[in-house]
């Protein structure tokens, strides 16, 4: 917004200044007193907690002022800076929120309302626009009273188009919102099935909803998402401008073709006759009629024809996401949106199962309602449920679930019916046994909902978090770094970098990746065990591994003459070829041959009756430290004379490879016909020399939660040495759920802080092995349950791995393999 002086402040929101100081501008608005800007306007709304409390603190932190509550202003301190008393904060706020949205006169205002898919249709208008014009959309799904106030407040000055999703849960609440966003246009999805508490019926509900539309001009639009004549109609009657109705034949349109692994192949239909086969990435008919929806505001916007598809096939649903908790006792529980197609439900099925290794048994827990399912569509749900081998179902005393139970009967597949979701998940949790995952429909729009997390957050406080979809891009940089002709490994070993090698490597695998390497033998048996069928390199076998390498299929790497000889043995006693790669020491002097010895060994692999050189292998010492590159090169020159020898006893499709993550991004001519990559799966750096040369999406988080607070007297000491010691009188301390055996290593203090909500805290004392204190005095906000990001990113926050590491004198390696077995590991995925 514009900046303001607090007198003019005062008139938009319809206060009185009280304890005026010197004049400053105001020129954005804040309702956190920790997370403001330093020229904003602070609103003390009454939540959860009342924001009079922090009052003070906001205009210590840099606010030119606070809007509070008339009837508050006799407990609030006076010489704090002015105050700007009002009725109602938040009606004020809302005022602020209309008198900014008269400032935008050049901007189309598209309100998204509805009772589902607001923010899935909201964010896709956004996506497809985006290219073409700079388009505002709220955030997230900010869309209550509050929400959409600071959406409208946040639109910058000079943009298109905006789109504000907007919700009302009570009678006379659209009204409200319709004042301050004044759309131009309105998207309607649906009115839904699940019945609104507070309306009296559907028209009710309808009517109310509808209120976004009364003042629309008329040359405005209302787009429907769903074929409903009384609503139409009713529609219509409150607005004079032109009303389309779901599927005009003038709009873009979608037709589901089938399904391709976890997307739909759809064929699009755009105004004028283009048309174009899109792969989106979600199995859901739901979400599909989102983006076809957008599709059709968008090209009510103006957007092309050819611009529309273009744009529709880049755009992924961001909402589509499969979550996945892994309990520390093995048992997996992956979330999704609730679909009933049997095509996506088994697609659904088989990636839960796969992503796990699929021992355990697969239960299915039906979380939605699924108002509006026929006996039809339940009979051929409970087909899929059979065919996919479910061994149970769980669902709700909903009506729905009466077919669903009544079609399971004659397949034998068991069904729990339970009267709310608390009490399936008290089942759920006590019923998972180590390997099984259930699979958890969710209902649309709250998506993995948090009460379904705690399920398998509440066996550990401390989380680590794996963002699958970060893991891809990375995997896709580095293929557009390496081109399309150099293979690429995915470095697993070690649970992959502690996360878990099996997810890991069915994403690998779905990215395009082409080897697995591993350190052991049993990591790549592991691997077999869980139907990863990719080929798996092994770093270092031992010589009595060999057998069971043959047996599993995997590939060693002979870094020895004693390694050569058990290969020859057990090929031998198989009877079958098995292919080798043959590690070179280049001068790392850490494992392999040297030069010439190697070249001895492949003068007997030439020609050899059971064993093939299949690939010829080195380790660089250094590539990450510029000050070492002659060394580096040294070690590619030796290498290189044994590529060459090699070639020369006429060995062919010999895959050459040296390169880990470090020398792959700075040394091209060290990637020869593979790299290895490992920590930039995770978009993590090994050195500052790798960092502006590859951008990297950084994926992973370690974050703990507050499990007590408590006020210290100055001079208390705190934890083993006593080394933290409190000054000032206010000082609380809070104890967090990781200590050293989860991942959290004493050398951490070094680092000093850990974040909640975004704030530093420092670590207070030494780390335990099952805890650690941080100082939380100064943040009153902070309390029991509050997540604390250890390190690394999670929720727009972050610590980069790469800094802690620096901090310890170690690298990012060392700190991620430390996660213990104690720590939750939760993957989320697109
Ligand atoms: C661990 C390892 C890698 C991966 O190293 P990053 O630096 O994590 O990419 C590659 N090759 C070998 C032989 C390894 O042991």
Redesign the pocket.
Known sequence: MDPVSVAEAASIVGGTVHFPGEEREVGGVAIHSDRLQADSLFFALRGATDGHQFVARALANGAIAAVVAEDCLAELPRDAGPLIAVADPLAALQEMAVWWRRQLTSTTFVAVIGSNGKTLTKDALVGLLAGHRTTYGSPGSYNSQLGVALSVLQCPADVPVAVIEAAATEPGEMARLARIVAPDAVVFTNLGTRSAQHFDGREEHARELLGMAAGLPADGWVLMGEPDPAVHHLAASITKARVLPAGDTALPRLTRLRHVERSSLVRAFAPGGAEADLLVATPSPEVLRDLELAMGAATLLGLGPEELLAAAAEYTPPSTRMQMWRRPDGATVVGELANTDPLALSSALRTARSLTGGHGRTLMIIGDPLAGLTAESAAAMARCLRAENVQLVCGLTADAHDLVEEALRDTGVPMHRFPDEDRVRAFVATELRPDDVALVHVPRDTMVTDAWMHLVETAAATRLYVDLAAVKSNVAAFRKLVGPHTKL?G?V??EA?GTNPVTVAHTLREAGVDWL?V?TTDEGIALRRAGVQMPVLV??AVPGDVERLVRHRLTP?LYSVEMYDAACRAAAVSGRRLDVHV?VDSGMHR?GLYPEAAIELLAKLRGHEHLRLAGL?S?LGCP?DPAEDDLTREQLKRFGSVCAAAAEMGFEDVVR?T????A?IRFPEARYDMV??????YGLH?STATTDLLTLTPGVGLVSRIVEIHNMAPGERVGYGGLFRAQSPDTRIALIAAGYYDAVPRAFRKVGYVLINGHRCQIAGTISMDSMAIDITGHPDAEVGDDVLIFGQHAGFSTPIEQAAAAMDTVS?ELLTQVGPRVQRIFTQH
């Open positions: 490994m470095v070993k070690a970098y390497g350190a770093f270092l790497s590690e494992s292998m380790h990450d490879h390169s880990a993550t470090a792959t290895r990559i490992g920590l930039g799966l090994v390696h």
